[in-house]
């Protein structure tokens, strides 16, 4: 087998197995309870025939591996069960909300992966200037502010102050999509200016790196243009560490999602996480618990096989 | 005082950092005799002007913000101080336990650590939040424990780097034990980046409470916290106005809580980003 398809696989399944276990760990934490599900519903006042009853409908007769696994498959069919608030299938109930949750992450990771890109090989060619300074000193007022923060002095400025976008991102299953956009703007920009600082400080670590190498001298000597030798020479050598940091920052957006949705009132998978969290809906508190998770540990294991795969030393082994 | 000539050559960042750390701590040191009044109860009319006695206003129950604030500090920085600690005390410990014992207890503890890092923090702790209910304990302990993971990956690589000196080598032949090992050689090199990574925790760990107070799950009214406030006076931005003083206190009713936070941690990054230049200087 080639080395390069022996650490995919390998690499392939630790992720696999991660997946398996942090969904156990959602799982099973439920079994932490004091009692069980049933004594939490019905109350501590329950009789016992009303306990067995309730039970045996939830399946809590069984033991727990065979409830994981019921679970699981489930879950992968898009059947979570039943909300404990509501009585109604978690499936349809999160199916709308997932998609507004992917469709503002996206709209941020749309703005947000180009535009810091291009500023951090912006900073990088004009290294040690006031612009590189001001690129960093953003850097650190991005990572200290809290993301609500951010979001209410957008929301004073561009829906309370000048009216050009709604403070409240309300959407609706049939809307337009330049309808859609508009409304999730100032959401997706407060996650832009909370992701982008740190893409663009990365993206200009792994080409500052670079550009000391000798092959960048080397064509900078033969009177290369600048932009050449960076497009050329420098960019597809920074590729990996620079997918890399894209991917772990659109991680980072899919968590960073919580707190933007409950600031805008956006009704998405973060926003029902939070209001089940304070209902105590276990069962839906597990499905987005689960989503979230899975599209993290996804995310990052994408990063790592786009590292992998772009890695030349393993594409060519000698 | 090695410290004492450091400070004399400081940037300016640092001291502006470390000037502002310390007005937090003495706000919070000292909440009760500088708040003008007290943190739950009522001290005026509802949403009272900026103007005396009332100088940040009243909130949606007629308590004076500025109290609220002052004690705020203590809160939302004391939890969020006793965390960090906590986390510290139990990471720093199982990664230089890990490190200098090795083995099957360290394989074990590192895929542990792997696991509780697969996910992101906010996800864990909203499930476990689900199950414990929201208490101040709970809260501290969760966090803890799922910041912990993270000095402990420092501090074990840390402590592998020191054990491969040649001093541990000879201290272990002189026959030391474990617990002497770790006190006298390892923790004492080990000290300047752990003491960057507990201010860089502190910030996240704040951030973090915070943000759960500002979402509802953290602390519980009617304790005075910067997230919460932020969350009770969230609906005023709407009536925000800035052709007016009076209406344009709305729109900053929640940015004064938010910009406390924030301020905080830039703050705490200023003196961390000092405190690691000054370890890597030294190390040269």
Redesign the interface.
């Known amino acids: 087998m080639s080395p390069i398809l022996k650490v995919l696989l390998r690499r392939l399944a630790l992720g696999a197995l991660t997946l398996l276990i942090v969904s156990a760990i959602i799982f099973l934490a439920v079994e932490m309870l004091p009692g069980d599900i049933a004594t939490e519903i019905l109350g501590q006042s329950a009789t016992e025939e009303t306990l067995a009853a309730l039970r045996e409908k939830l399946g809590l007769d069984q033991p727990a591996v065979v409830r994981y696994l019921d679970w699981v498959t489930g879950a992968l069919t898009g059947d979570f069960g039943m909300s404990l608030a509501n009585q109604r299938p978690i499936g349809a109930l999160i199916a709308d909300r997932a998609f507004n949750t992917f469709f503002l992450a996206g709209h941020a990771a749309l703005i947000a992966v180009p535009l810091s890109l291009f500023l951090g090989l912006v900073a990088a060619l004009y290294r040690e200037t006031l612009l590189d300074r001001l690129i960093s000193t953003s850097t650190l007022a991005a990572i200290s502010f809290p993301e609500y923060f951010v979001a209410y002095i957008l929301i004073l400025l561009f829906a309370v102050q000048l009216g050009w976008f709604p403070s409240l991102a309300s959407v609706e299953p049939g809307m337009a999509l330049a309808d859609r956009l508009h409304a999730t703007f100032l959401p997706a920009l407060t996650m832009t200016l909370i992701v982008t600082a740190h893409m663009m400080r990365m993206t200009r670590a792994a080409i500052v790196n670079l550009l000391a190498l000798p092959y960048v001298e080397m064509a900078q000597l033969k009177g290369m243009r600048r932009w050449r030798v960076i497009a050329v020479h420098a960019l597809p050598n920074a590729l990996a560490p620079i997918v890399n940091v894209i991917a772990l920052n659109l991680a980072y957006l899919i968590v960073g999602v919580v707190l933007v949705e409950v600031v805008f009132v956006y009704p998405g998978l973060g926003q029902l996480l939070v209001d089940s969290v304070a209902k105590r809906d276990f069962p839906v508190v597990q499905a987005a618990c689960l989503i979230f998770a899975a599209t993290y540990i996804l995310l990052n294991l994408a990063a790592d096989l786009i590292a992998i795969l772009s890695n030349p030393r393993l594409l060519h082994p000698r | 005082m090695p410290w004492l000539t450091h400070l004399r050559s400081a940037p300016p960042s640092a001291l502006i950092g470390l000037a502002l750390v310390l007005a937090y701590a003495l706000v919070a040191l000292f909440a009760p005799w500088l708040a003008p009044y007290p943190e739950a109860d009522a001290a005026g009319a509802q949403y009272a002007p900026w103007a005396a006695p009332h100088y940040l206003g009243t909130d949606m129950l007629g308590r004076d913000v500025l109290s609220r604030m002052i004690w705020g500090a203590r809160n939302t920085v004391g939890i969020a101080l006793v965390t960090t600690v906590l986390a510290f005390l139990l990471g720093t410990t199982a990664g230089l336990m890990a490190a200098t014992v090795g083995g099957l207890a360290d394989t074990l503890a590192s895929r542990l650590a792997?696991?509780l890092m697969?996910?992101?923090s906010?996800?864990?702790a909203?499930?476990?939040?689900?199950?414990t209910?929201t208490s101040v304990v709970a809260l501290v302990l969760v966090i803890a424990v799922l910041d912990s993971t993270r000095v402990f990956r420092l501090s074990r690589a840390v402590a592998q780097g020191i054990l491969t000196m040649d001093y541990i080598e000879v201290a272990r032949m002189r026959g030391e034990g474990l617990f002497w090992l770790i006190r006298r050689e390892v923790l004492p090199n080990a000290a300047a980046p752990l003491i960057a990574e507990f201010g860089l925790r502190f910030?996240f760990v704040f951030?973090f409470i915070?943000?759960l107070s500002?979402?509802?799950?953290g602390l519980q009214p009617p304790t005075a916290d910067w997230g919460s406030m932020?969350r009770e006076s969230?609906k005023l931005?709407?009536f925000?106005?800035?052709s007016t003083w009076q209406t344009a206190t709305f729109?900053l009713a929640?940015?004064l809580p938010?910009?406390a936070?924030?301020l905080l941690?830039?703050a705490v990054?200023?003196v961390v980003d000092w405190v690691l230049r000054l370890s890597s200087g030294l190390k040269e």
């Not at chain 2, 500002?214 to 799950?217: A, E, N, P, R």
């Open positions: 792997d696991v697969a996910v992101p906010l996800i864990f909203l499930l476990i939040l689900t199950i209910g910030c951030l915070s943000a500002f979402l509802g799950l932020v969230a931005i709407a925000a106005n800035f729109g929640p940015l938010a910009g936070i924030a941690t830039v990054n200023l």
